[in-house]
């Protein structure tokens, strides 16, 4: 395989700030192109503003920087995606469509995809959820997800492209804040644990879903992108698994490092969306195929956000 000489959308999202760091540190900062509609102060360089539904500018920015690997993470998540349901179709769907047709013009060695547990829905059984079930996602996010997953199996059967996907569970990082999402209550409880002692979470305390410690998800990307392709037998999203806990667990797990924390629960329309999903994954597949394991769990997890976040908040 040649250098890779990588282009990053949405580098600037929870996790593309992260994953767009990690890959500088393999292949250097010179080999991997960030991209955005927005720019941080903090951004280090190559970055380039890009809208994904530009796509001739996408195409400049791909012969611009030989680009030979695409990690498409530019989306609208779940809860923001409800307040302009076309938009998010639009940029989810659409965008990959113009990411994937790129990959197939251009002959690019390889392209990851996210995808995520929010396709999953009511007809999809809750525990222990196996790689191939029925998906009947409410959120446009979800439908957004479900066909872009066939989308990309459709370019790897029809045209060779070899496009890795994973079904990320909620991911929980210090390093960035989710924008959006479901499961971003995981995230701000920590910080408002450290700031004000107190949570108020917009999910019911017994809300069982699925999570990831971003270390665990960063690590995911890199090896399923890393593997031989033909170690790759499913492109569409494998299952990926790390833990499932409610906030209540969650809760009590950031009790026994600040005794005085408390929570209170104000469920808002997320907590609906949170229903349909499923509280925890069978991710035998990914871990047969191209040995995935995580290393983080509830407790190991709040012990290094908490290491991480006193020196960023204290
Ligand atoms: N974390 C995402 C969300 O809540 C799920 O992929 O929207």
């Known amino acids: 395989m040649n250098t890779p000489r990588i282009l990053v959308t949405g580098a600037n999202g929870q996790i593309g700030r992260v994953l767009t760091a990690k890959l500088r540190e393999l292949y250097g900062n010179n080999n991997v192109l960030a991209t955005d509609i927005t720019k941080h102060d903090l951004d280090s360089e190559p970055f380039e503003f890009l809208d994904i539904l530009n796509h001739q500018r996408t195409l400049e920015i791909i012969d611009d920087y030989k680009i030979n690997q695409i990690y498409h993470l530019a989306a609208i998540l779940s809860a923001n995606g409800e307040w302009n349901p076309v938009k998010t179709w639009n940029i989810n769907l659409n965008g990959l ?11 690019i060695d390889r392209m990851f995809f996210p995808s995520t547990i929010a396709v999953f829905g009511n007809t999809t059984p809750r525990l222990d959820t196996p790689q191939d079930v029925p998906l009947l996602p409410t959120t446009v996010y979800g439908m957004s997800k479900t066909s872009g997953e066939l989308w990309c199996n459709y370019y790897h059967k029809r045209y060779g492209v070899d496009v890795r996907s994973v079904r990320y569970p909620g991911i929980i990082g210090w390093q960035s804040l989710p924008a959006g999402g479901t ?4 995230v701000e409880i920590y910080h408002a644990a450290l700031k004000e002692g107190h949570y108020e979470c917009f999910l019911n305390a017994d809300t069982r879903l699925p999570m990831m410690y971003m270390d665990d ?7 399923i992108m890393q593997a031989d392709p033909q170690e790759i037998k499913v492109r569409y999203g494998y299952n990926l698994s790390a833990m499932s806990f409610t906030p209540a667990e969650i809760a009590a797990e950031i009790k026994k490092h ?6 209170s629960y104000k469920p808002d329309f997320r907590q609906d969306i949170a229903a349909t999903w499923t509280e925890s994954i069978d991710d035998s597949k ?26 960023i908040i204290l």
Not at 217 to 222: D, E, P, V, Y
């Open 286 to 311: 990914a871990r047969e195929d191209w040995k995935w394991s995580p290393d983080f769990d509830l407790n190991s997890m709040t012990i290094d956000m908490f290491k991480h976040l006193k020196e």
């Open 258 to 263: 600040i005794p005085g924390f408390t929570i």
């Open 97 to 107: 469509l113009s990411v994937l047709e790129i990959c197939r013009e251009k002959n």
């Open 183 to 186: 499961t971003d209550y995981a």
């Open 217 to 223: 998800a960063i690590k995911a990307t890199i090896n």
